[in-house]
Nanobody, 116 residues
């Protein structure tokens, strides 16, 4: 069973920064793509950013220029660097891995709260 474990969340002030980490229990080369999603209270879960095994990245428009997704293959970890945070970024953030066989694995989620 593959596990994805998020860390790095917490409370930050408007304009601050956080770096989320997603550590996989096996090589992330096994995944076709890995992504960060978020779900705010009362809203649907949405894609924030993702990165393919080849390193191609994609971002939601609202986070372009503020968030950066990256991967460290040696550490089996994917990161989400979040800068210039806004209250509307407050949500539970989830890591997801998608395999070449169309299976999906999710982390347990981690809270990010941005105070105004």
């Amino acid at each position: 069973q593959v596990q994805l474990v998020e860390s790095g969340g917490g409370l930050v002030q408007f304009g601050g920064s956080l770096r989320l980490s997603c550590a996989a229990s096996r090589s992330i080369f096994w995944f076709r793509a890995m992504g960060w999603y978020r779900q705010a209270a009362g809203k649907q879960r949405e894609l924030v950013a993702d990165i393919t095994s080849g390193g191609s990245t994609h971002y939601q428009d609202s986070v372009k220029g503020r968030f950066t997704i990256s991967r460290d293959d040696a550490k089996n970890t994917v990161y989400l660097q979040m800068n210039s945070l806004k209250p509307e970024d407050t949500a539970v953030y989830y890591c997801k891995g998608s395999t070449y066989e169309a299976s999906e694995y999710w982390g347990q989620g981690i809270q990010v709260t941005v105070s105004s």
